[in-house]
T-cell receptor
Framework: GENVEQHPSTLSVQEGDSAVIKCTYS??????FPWYKQELGKRPQLIID?????GEKKDQRIAVTLNKTAKHFSLHITETQPEDSAVYFC??????????FGAGTRLTVKP | DGGITQSPKYLFRKEGQNVTLSCEQN?????MYWYRQDPGQGLRLIYY???????QKGDIAEGYSVSREKKESFPLTVTSAQKNPTAFYLC????????????FGPGTRLTVL
């Protein structure tokens, strides 16, 4: 089955700096790659996603890139703000929609 | 935040007792999922169901059971066979098919005393 690895496990940046989180996946049949943000004690919320027929997608300060050949995808947050502090999860979904998640990255944005 | 609900928010049980966690959605989604989240870890798939009266085991199904008698409901039973049940449990739903995002419930925190 699908295996998703996520790095780093923790990330601390200064307000205004950029943050990058990277994930790799194992199943070449995976075709959907969402990113979720989870604040402490709350449910994960979808923040951006990308499908395998697209290499990059951007939504304001958030962007995701996908390299299908290398089987990795990344989340980029620019101009970080304290409210961006949370745990971020990547995921990969193979053909049967059986989604697998990375272990998460705890992002701390220092004011 | 509406659409998918879980109850209760906090649940305490004694060792050896079975307990059932509720998950209900009014999003008209066919697919539903149960995940377990431990501190500092990601989401691990327990069970999922793509359609009523059908479900499949995920990566950590041992000690858990589910039913899917109605489209709106996907209850999870944590049995006494689950050796380490204390965790945060998240239910999710989606439209089945290729590349569909999942929407999560607020979660139930289960503590075994």
């Amino acid at each position: 089955g699908e295996n998703v690895e996520q790095h780093p496990s923790t990330l601390s940046v200064q307000e205004g700096d950029s943050a990058v989180i990277k994930c790799t996946y194992s199943d070449s049949a995976s075709n959907y790659f969402p990113w979720y943000k989870q604040e402490l004690g709350k449910r994960p919320q979808l923040i951006i996603d990308i499908r395998s027929n697209v290499g990059e997608k951007k939504d304001q300060r958030i962007a995701v890139t996908l390299n299908k050949t290398a089987k990795h995808f990344s989340l980029h947050i620019t101009e970080t703000q304290p409210e961006d502090s949370a745990v971020y999860f990547c995921a990969a979904s193979p053909i049967n929609n059986d989604m697998r998640f990375g272990a998460g990255t705890r992002l701390t944005v220092k004011p | 935040d509406g659409g998918i609900t879980q109850s209760p928010k906090y649940l305490f049980r004694k060792e050896g007792q079975n307990v059932t966690l509720s998950c209900e959605q009014n999003l008209n989604h066919d697919a539903m999922y149960w995940y377990r989240q431990d501190p500092g870890q990601g989401l691990r798939l327990i069970y999922y169901s793509q359609i009523v009266n059908d479900f499949q085991k995920g990566d950590i199904a041992e000690g858990y059971s589910v039913s899917r008698e109605k489209k709106e409901s996907f209850p999870l039973t944590v049995t006494s066979a689950q050796k380490n049940p204390t965790a945060f449990y998240l239910c999710a739903s989606s439209i089945p098919g290729l590349g569909m995002s999942q929407y999560f419930g607020p979660g139930t925190r289960l503590t075994v005393l």
